[in-house]
């Protein structure tokens, strides 16, 4: 049994999703408007984690999450780059998959549709809410109406609406009834991109295309909406009162979101400029690296990042790795005698233990960082074995079933890419041959005649004969 904290209650509850065996999830995607920064890269990781351990756990999972490829942002950043918004929101796609390519992202059967393919649905939703009272138009603006709601509005951020009335930044439009009020559809100055609606030549507002796009895809009632804390308030709240005013389902039945990442103790921002892009991360670290670090503590803490955090990861992927490989290695030899009984049922029950705490760890709020801790247990536990036996063929399978099982949960489940094998170069024997006939050369250049024979018949007994030609060795393998 799945349990989750649910934003919404404010507690940890059972998983039940609306479907028997089906999850439906939405998350919110990044503005494309720029190349993403760690702290976007934080729920791509955790909430594919999210998909890929309901997989294992025998649920089918549609997963969607979308591109805001028009907004303010979108349209200042094309203004200084001088180009057109879709070549930037194109541009930074693309330079989106690249980037969580590295991280492992699972692409395979999840939906990622974007904002400006589905301005007629958001339209639909506006007319929608207009049509039952919940929006209004102003000199060809139109704004969501929090009056009428609310009683309900501020019960995700747990915030009463009168007290966000009061707290409510005083903003320069008097267009609006309450500062509270959020745009729906914004009219379009002169040479900003624009579609045509009943209210003006315009674009939708932000908070839009989310309930718009996960009611096309998802339906009215759907299980998991996900995102950074940060999205809370106003975006999800808004969300909410968009889609329950104009549904008739219940939107999302959990919300989960992540916490922020630290840097020096604190919160990465974009306008404090102490953030990291994801690709300048991964030129010095392997995305498999940054996986790691970033499931390495649980999806609501804090996390804070650094090089020697980093480097951490690192070691701590690669002796996972070293281990199975050893236990690959071991495979490949030949089985001893009858060895220790107690050693093999010992590993047995560990692995056991392992795959309990695993599980118990991430049906627990998706425990990432007690799932990799299991983890580390046992490659200890293995290492120990590996250290003291000769594995005879019941020492074998449970060996086998090690690397399975902890591959699948490293690999499969966490996303963590580790390699099995050791890289066998099969041009091996051509490399070294021709290394050994570019130091007969330089041998031959100095003068060396000792050197330079002792190479060419050291080879010849190896059965390689070497022809010299006028500026060039050749060889062949004698048959
Ligand atoms: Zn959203």
């Not at 998983?15 to 791509?44: L, Q, S, W």
């Not at 536990?381 to 399978?397: F, Q, T, V």
């Amino acid at each position: 049994m799945i349990k989750l904290y649910n934003t919404l209650s404010g507690k940890l509850e059972e998983f039940k999703p609306v479907e028997d065996k089906k999850v439906k999830m939405y998350v919110c995607g990044p503005t494309v408007y720029n190349y993403i920064h760690i702290g976007n890269a934080r729920p791509a990781i955790f909430f594919d984690t999210v998909r890929r351990y309901l997989e294992y756990s025998g649920y089918e999972v549609l997963y969607v999450q979308n591109f805001t490829d028009i907004d303010d942002k979108m349209i200042s950043r094309a203004n200084e780059e001088g180009v057109a918004v879709k070549d930037i929101a194109e541009k930074y796609i693309k330079a989106y998959f690249e980037d969580t390519a590295k991280v492992n992202l699972k692409e395979e059967g999840m939906l990622r549709p974007k904002a400006t393919e589905n301005i007629g649905e958001m339209i639909k939703l506006v007319k929608e809410l207009e049509k039952k009272g919940y929006a209004y138009e102003v000199d060809g603006d139109v704004y969501f109406d929090i009056e009428k709601y609310r009683d309900q509005y501020g019960e995700l951020s747990k915030q009463k609406t009168d007290d966000l009335v009061s707290g409510a930044r005083i903003e320069v439009n008097d267009k609006k009834r309450s500062p509270l009020d959020f745009t729906l559809w914004k009219k379009a100055k002169e040479d900003e991109p624009y579609w045509g609606s009943p209210w003006s030549q315009g674009r939708p507002g932000w908070h839009l295309e989310c309930s718009a796009m996960s009611h096309k895809y998802l339906g009215d009632t759907f299980d998991i909406h996900g995102g950074g804390q940060d999205l809370i308030f106003p975006h999800h709240e808004n969300e909410i009162a968009q889609s329950k005013c104009a549904y008739n389902g219940e939107f999302s039945r959990y919300w989960m979101h992540n916490g922020y990442i630290n840097i020096k103790g604190e919160k990465m921002s974009k306008s404090k400029g102490n953030f990291f892009l994801l690709r300048e991360v991964l030129e010095k670290y392997e995305g498999r690296v940054v996986r790691f670090f970033m499931l390495s503590s649980h999806y609501r803490k804090p996390i804070d990042f650094s090089e020697a955090e980093l480097e951490q990861a690192k070691k701590g992927v690669e002796r996972i790795e070293t281990t199975l490989m050893r236990a690959m290695e071991k495979l490949a030899e030949p089985a001893g005698d009858m060895e220790n009984k107690e050693a093999v049922v010992s590993l047995d029950n560990s692995l056991e233990n392992t795959i309990a705490k695993f599980e118990s760890g991430m049906n627990d709020d998706f425990n990432t960082a007690i799932g990799i801790g299991a983890i580390f247990e046992f490659v200890k536990e293995l290492n120990k074995y590996l250290d003291s036996n000769i594995p005879c063929e019941a020492g074998k399978s449970v060996l086998q079933s090690s690397v399975d099982i902890i591959s699948r949960l490293i690999k499969d489940v966490l996303g963590v890419e580790v390699k099995l094998e050791k890289k066998v170069d099969n041009n091996l024997t051509e490399k070294l041959v021709e290394l050994l006939l570019d130091l007969r050369q330089q041998a031959r250049k100095d003068k060396n005649w000792g050197l330079s024979d002792q190479i060419r018949d050291g080879l010849d007994e190896l059965g390689i004969q070497i022809k010299d030609g006028k500026d060039k060795s050749t060889w062949t393998i004698k048959s």
